[in-house]
């Protein structure tokens, strides 16, 4: 049993930043994926970045990309989203997502992730 918690959402202008923090507690192990997802108004749910902890790897949607960094520490079973750049259309609310298994990369698809945070809600205004 997995609990994911994010953090770190809130309200800022564009342009500015924001660091989000998934910490991951009960029982885990040691081959896993850590993502984040995010969902929109008006929007179906999307990948934002994704970490694996097998290979260390990281992958990112391309509207993010050069923006955000994904990384983390599997000692802590925390991962974060450094978010620069922010534009409005960033606006959503980020879930965090955790896949067990030995994947080289994070998987963009969020059928295949075992556990969900609550989410953490992101607005950018303009």
């Known amino acids: 049993q997995v609990q994911l918690v994010e953090s770190g959402g809130g309200l800022v202008q564009a342009g500015g930043s924001l660091r989000l923090s998934c910490a991951a507690s009960?029982?885990?192990?040691?081959?896993?994926?850590m993502a984040w997802f995010r969902q929109a108004p008006g929007k179906e749910r999307e990948f934002v970045a994704g970490?694996?902890?097998?290979?260390?790897?990281?992958n990112y949607a391309d509207s993010v990309k050069g923006r955000f960094t994904i990384s983390g520490d599997r000692t802590k079973n925390t991962v974060y989203l450094q978010m620069n750049s922010l534009k409005p259309e960033d606006t959503a609310i980020y879930h965090c997502?955790?896949?067990?298994?030995?994947?080289?990369?994070?998987?963009?698809?969020?059928?295949?992730?075992?556990?969900w945070g609550q989410g953490t809600r992101v607005t950018v205004s303009s």
């Open positions: 997502a955790a896949e067990l298994g030995s994947r080289i990369l994070a998987t963009m698809r969020p059928g295949t992730y075992d556990y």
């Open positions: 009960g029982r885990t192990f040691n081959s896993y994926s």
């Open positions: 970490i694996s902890w097998t290979s260390a790897s990281t």
